[in-house]
């Protein structure tokens, strides 16, 4: 068969499905705006928006409309060889696949529904709050018109397929990306090497992941918490994976929050480390030596980080909202703590680093979830029968 698939920044949440349909031998072509750094051997073609537009004042439904005429005379010459792909998956994001049923009317058409931005209003909004109340409304537009065009359309938690419109959740199946839970594993003897040092599961480690360092996911609660905590234990190591850099944040994309810390947060820069972007087998390293995951993120895109720490065995402390307590029970499965109480957040690590073996039973619990309801090949499975029109 042949597909097509559509994301400004392949392979993203299509890796799995795209390395098994590479097995198989479908053929694939890959439509995005950035080249992938992915070694998957299937064609890609570039489309993007035209140079000098400012993404950040630019309106967002010119924006979807601009960039969907990219991705169409991206993928036109490809008709013109006789391409027909038999299925398209769309990552439903700024409207690249706005006008894909007019190359390619008789495909089968799946979106990936990540994110419905909020629109509820209130009486009395003053003038810069209509405005982004406005833009939300553009910015889903792609959205509108990716659903309209659906055969099938799934989105990975319940939370996020919440976000929608009531009318449209009946026909969003819930299937998230899938976890590789063979990779990450529970492994005691792990090491991770950085900076001339070997941490292990002996060194009192707590982590913190994510793309940027910005308030979405909670990197200014986490930096001052780690402060506090510190201060209180002199034997506390901290290990960031992440960039600096804003990735979610309203506004203008750019820096991130690294300077704020260091100029604003009185934490030890000698027991914290800066890791920048991992490779994904030392990632798992650095989970696999962690005592405890801190994930503050507010309610949002449940990260895949916080259930690769969950498969690797790690207790979690994280934000008490809806994405979380999909995954954690507190006690149960992790370790929940009120969101944005930096003092509640540094007592419970202290006191969750205190004893290596005090969280048996939650970590165990926390794998079996993983293994129950995201383990990859399930996962996957899940989606291929929806992709291949088989359910939905």
């Known amino acids: ?67 969907g005429l990219a991705c169409y005379k991206a993928l036109r010459p490809l008709w013109l060889e006789g391409f027909r792909p038999d299925v398209i998956v769309s990552h439903a994001g700024r409207g690249a696949a706005y006008f894909i049923r007019d190359l390619f009317p008789n495909a089968r058409f799946v979106t990936y529904l990540e994110w419905y931005v909020a629109t509820n209003s209130k009486e009395g909004l003053e003038q810069v709050e209509i405005a982004r109340h406005n833009k939300a409304h553009l910015l889903n537009m792609a959205l509108t018109q990716e659903f309209a065009l659906a055969d099938a359309a799934l989105s990975p938690t319940y939370t996020q397929r919440a976000q929608f419109p009531a009318l449209w959740q009946p026909a969003i199946n819930v299937l998230h990306d899938g976890i590789d839970t063979v990779l990450y594993q529970p492994d005691p003897d792990a090491r991770f090497e950085f900076g001339g040092r070997t941490f292990t599961r002996s060194d009192k480690i707590i982590t913190y992941a994510a793309r940027g360092m910005e308030h979405t996911r909670g990197f200014p609660a986490f930096m001052k918490a780690i ?16 960039a600096d850099r804003i990735c979610y944040d309203p ?47 507010q309610p949002f895109v449940l990260s895949w980080s916080l259930l690769n720490a969950m498969s690797v065995g790690l ?23 009120s969101e944005g109480d930096v003092e509640a ?48």
Request: charged share 25%; net charge neutral.
């Open 1 to 67: 068969m042949n597909y097509l698939f559509i994301h400004d920044a392949l392979p993203g949440q299509f890796k799995h499905l795209l390395k098994e349909l590479l097995i198989e031998g479908h053929t694939i072509v890959g439509a995005s705006r950035t080249r992938t750094s992915s070694k998957l051997p299937f064609r890609q073609v570039l489309y993007d928006l035209p140079e000098g537009v400012d993404t950040s004042k630019a309106d967002p439904g010119k924006i979807a409309v601009t960039l």
């Open 227 to 242: 402060a506090l905590a510190q201060k209180a234990d002199p034997n506390l190591e901290v290990l960031i994976a992440a």
């Open 251 to 297: 506004g203008a994309k750019g820096v991130g929050l690294k300077a704020w810390a260091e100029a604003e947060v009185d934490y030890d820069p000698v027991r914290t480390h800066f890791l920048g972007v991992l490779k994904e087998v030392e990632f798992v390293k650095f989970l696999q030596v962690s005592r405890l995951h801190v994930y503050l993120s």
């Open 315 to 337: 207790p979690v402390l994280a934000s008490d909202n809806a994405p979380v307590r999909e995954v954690i029970a507190d006690g149960e499965t992790g370790y929940l703590v």
């Open 345 to 392: 957040v540094a007592n419970r690590i202290v006191d969750l680093t205190s004893n290596l073996d005090a969280h048996t039973e939650v970590q165990a619990a926390a794998r079996a979830l993983v293994l129950e309801k995201y383990e990859l090949k399930k996962c996957v499975s899940a989606i291929r029968t929806l992709v291949d029109g088989k359910a939905g």
